[in-house]
């Protein structure tokens, strides 16, 4: 068993990204497997430096290890994917080879937003195949173009549904088809786009059970379309809810002190947090108790399956 968590050095880690992050860390835990840490920094227009030693301090400073990744190395390294181009690029060549692939110069707007893990509402217009038939010859040397000037690679997608078992929400069945469409596996500038970097590394990586956030739930459908046209075998998913504020929007600093490094300035003890953490999905009651004491309180049955709305008066609890 081997489980992940890979931040995107793109901003502070918040209360939500700590509570997936302390999720997927237990449940490898408590299942006696091995934790990778993997930097997700492919998204160069808003990776900012010196974010990723921070991301990892903090989650340090939270109780969370790692056996594999940063500082630490491992038989999988690189563990950040701005040093992975080889495997995307071997990853394109075979689907090309599969003849799944084809060139498109659709809009930048579009290939921008392929960089990132699209997180709720983030997701663009369906594509409507305009370029489809353009196929990639599969005998190029390289298809990733190292920060070149290119076209994107859209990968095809066959009308059906892709349904897959998430150990939490249950069965789940989406239509990329519909939903996105052919989807952009290189972007623009030559790099790998997000749907493929996380599969190639998922599965080079042997991750067994990915744990991560609830708005990459219907990205998964896309994800297994790439596990299926490479051959690759597929791993249990398990999406965690998100927490909401009390205005139903994604947790953000306008509800207040919801960063980790904003609460560990403050001086609360990282057992607060994460006992806090661990209330919120039903581990244990409030209170201070360190990630390492909550590992054999893991239980999935217990977790929400509803998103977490976080009251003020919760947050004032943890740091008011
Ligand atoms: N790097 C992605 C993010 O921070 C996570 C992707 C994943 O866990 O699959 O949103």
């Known amino acids: 068993m081997r489980g992940r968590f890979a931040p995107s050095p793109t901003g502070a880690l918040h209360l939500g990204n700590a509570r997936t992050a302390l999720l997927a860390w237990l449940q490898a835990r408590a299942a006696g497997g091995a934790f990778v840490m993997r930097v997700e920094d492919l998204d160069f227009g808003r990776v900012r430096a010196g974010v990723m030693e921070t991301q990892l301090d903090e989650l340090r400073w939270l109780g969370i290890d790692w056996d594999e990744g940063p500082?630490?190395?491992?038989?999988?390294a690189p563990y950040v994917q701005s040093q992975r181009a080889e495997r995307y690029d071997d990853a394109l060549r075979v689907l090309a080879a599969r003849g799944v692939l084809f060139e498109c110069?659709?809009?930048?707007?579009?290939?921008?937003?392929?960089?990132s893990a699209p997180h709720a509402g983030e997701e663009g217009p369906r594509y409507t195949g305009t370029c489809r038939e353009r196929r990639v010859d599969p005998a190029a040397p390289s298809l990733m173009a190292h920060g070149r000037s290119v076209l994107a690679l859209r990968m095809r997608v066959e009308p059906g549904d892709v349904c897959f078992e998430d150990w939490l929400m249950g069965r789940c069945c989406f239509g990329p088809a519909d939903e996105t469409g052919d989807f952009v596996v290189r972007r623009k500038d030559g790099a790998a786009a997000y749907q493929l970097a996380v599969t190639v590394d998922d599965a080079a990586m042997e991750i067994t059970h990915v744990v991560r956030g609830g708005d990459l739930l219907s990205s998964t459908a896309r994800q297994l379309l790439i596990y299926r046209a490479l051959r690759l075998p597929e791993p249990a998913f398990l999406h965690v809810p998100l927490m909401l504020g009390e205005d139903g929007e994604r947790l953000a600093k306008r509800h207040g002190s919801v960063s980790l490094g904003e609460l560990r300035a403050r001086g609360i003890a990282p057992e607060r947090v994460t006992g806090w953490l661990a209330a919120t999905c039903n581990l244990a009651d409030e209170g201070e108790i360190a990630a390492r004491d909550l590992i054999p309180r893991f239980a999935i049955a217990r977790l929400p399956r509803d998103p977490t709305v976080i009251t003020a008066a919760m947050l004032a609890r943890l740091a008011g």
Not at 71 to 76: I, Q, R
Not at 106 to 111: E, G, P
Request: aromatic residues 0%; positive net charge; glycine residues 18%.
């Open 71 to 76: 500082g630490v190395g491992g038989p999988h």
């Open 105 to 115: 110069a659709c809009s930048r707007r579009d290939i921008a937003a392929a960089a």
